[in-house]
């Protein structure tokens, strides 16, 4: 059974900065990408930033510049180095995963539990 696990959340000032991990683990056959959703209450869950595992990456407007997602091939994780994080960054962020099972021949979704981000200003 196919598990995201994340990591890195927490309380952290404007300005500050936090980094954040996500280790799938669990019957891969393949991963074809993962990324990094935020939801913020009263919000719809919108996409962060993605990364393929040919190294693609693209992100959203609002956090360009400011936020990269890098992945260990190795460790089936990927990471979110979020800087000069602002009140607005304020979520719980979810990894997701496009990931092949070996026990399926197609990609399947799968999600984190999320991790709250909380920016003070």
């Known amino acids: 059974q196919v598990q995201l696990v994340e990591s890195g959340g927490g309380l952290v000032q404007s300005g500050g900065s936090l980094r954040l991990s996500c280790a799938a683990s669990?019957?891969?056959?393949?991963?074809?990408?993962m990324g990094w959703y935020r939801q913020a209450p009263g919000k719809q869950r919108e996409l962060v930033a993605r990364?393929?595992?040919?190294?693609?990456?693209n992100y959203q407007d609002s956090v360009k510049g400011r936020f990269t997602i890098f992945r260990d091939g190795a460790k089936n994780t990927v990471y979110l180095q979020m800087n000069s994080l602002k009140a607005e960054d304020t979520a719980v962020y979810y990894c997701n995963g496009n990931i092949i099972p070996r026990t399926a021949d197609w990609a399947v979704p799968y999600w984190g539990q999320g991790t709250q981000v909380t920016v003070s200003s």
């Open positions: 669990g019957g891969i056959y393949r991963i074809n990408a």
């Open positions: 990364i393929t595992w040919s190294d693609t990456t």
